[in-house]
């Protein structure tokens, strides 16, 4: 197989992870006017009280730019928890986060956990 470096960074910029209704994909960097956020927490669940979150606090450091939520990956990896889905291991890096959707005739709306 042929490895071209760029090819490589150009593949894991494009990189998505799934844990149930949450999406994530790696980026290169944040959006200028990022602001930190406090917690480890990426959605947390409105029914059921369950949330996605960072296992490790010290690892990671949340960051939003109006509504977006980005994920930065301090440490080689965090591990990605949730009470009904198995734990997904992140490498260092930066994220962005989002919810799953679902279309409604009216419009649409994020998945209620």
């Given at each position: 197989?042929?490895?071209?470096?760029?090819n490589?960074?150009?593949?894991?910029?494009?990189?998505?992870?799934?844990?149930?209704?949450?999406?994530?994909?790696?980026?290169?960097?944040?959006?200028?006017?990022?602001?930190?956020?406090v917690?480890?927490?990426?959605?947390?669940?409105?029914?059921?009280?369950?949330?996605?979150?960072?296992?490790q606090?010290?690892?990671?450091?949340?960051?939003?730019?109006?509504?977006?939520?980005?994920?930065?990956?301090?440490?080689?990896?965090?591990?990605?928890?949730?009470?009904?889905?198995?734990?997904?291991?992140?490498?260092?890096?930066?994220y962005?986060?989002?919810?799953?959707?679902?279309?409604?005739?009216?419009?649409?709306?994020?998945?209620?956990?």
């Amino acid at each position: 197989m042929f490895n071209d470096s760029n090819n490589s960074q150009a593949n894991q910029a494009s990189v998505l992870y799934r844990h149930g209704d949450v999406l994530i994909r790696r980026i290169a960097s944040l959006p200028v006017g990022a602001q930190r956020r406090v917690g480890v927490t990426l959605a947390h669940g409105e029914i059921t009280g369950h949330s996605h979150r960072i296992q490790q606090s010290n690892a990671v450091q949340l960051w939003v730019d109006d509504s977006d939520l980005f994920l930065e990956v301090k440490e080689t990896s965090a591990t990605l928890v949730h009470e009904e889905h198995r734990a997904i291991e992140l490498p260092q890096g930066l994220y962005r986060v989002w919810r799953q959707r679902e279309y409604r005739p009216d419009a649409y709306v994020e998945v209620i956990d």
